[in-house]
């Protein structure tokens, strides 16, 4: 067996189980829920391949991902109706290109301003209300 690098993300362990559950395999990534759910719906679409920058793929590799982006966020439109979705790739800590999808609500948390990677006040739903998140984003996929 290749060693993989310690990365959450290529090693899908116990920190990466921690913070998100697996929706859905897509064309060149993995989507996840994010657990952190004080923005309903939002997720993450993870890159199959340990890469750090958008730049590091081919013209292939980086459709096929920005497909996966686009595609996930209409689901998550479709699914919840958010007024806009922000889109944040940072990686400063963990060098796996992954982006993440915020859905944002007129008049709700963080509107009009970037969103909280990790709010104070973490809304984590119960394995029931994460279930059913899931399901209404698979539906739209
Ligand atoms: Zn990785």
Redesign the pocket.
Known sequence: MSEL?D?L??RKDQRLHDLMLEIAPLGASMLYLFKEQSHRGRCVVAYRG?VNELFELADPELTAFMRDVARAAQAIKAAFKPNKINYGAYSDKLP?LHMHLVPKYEGGVNWGAPFEMMPANRKLPNEAECTALIAAIRAKL
């Open positions: 690098p990365c993300y290529c340990h796996h």
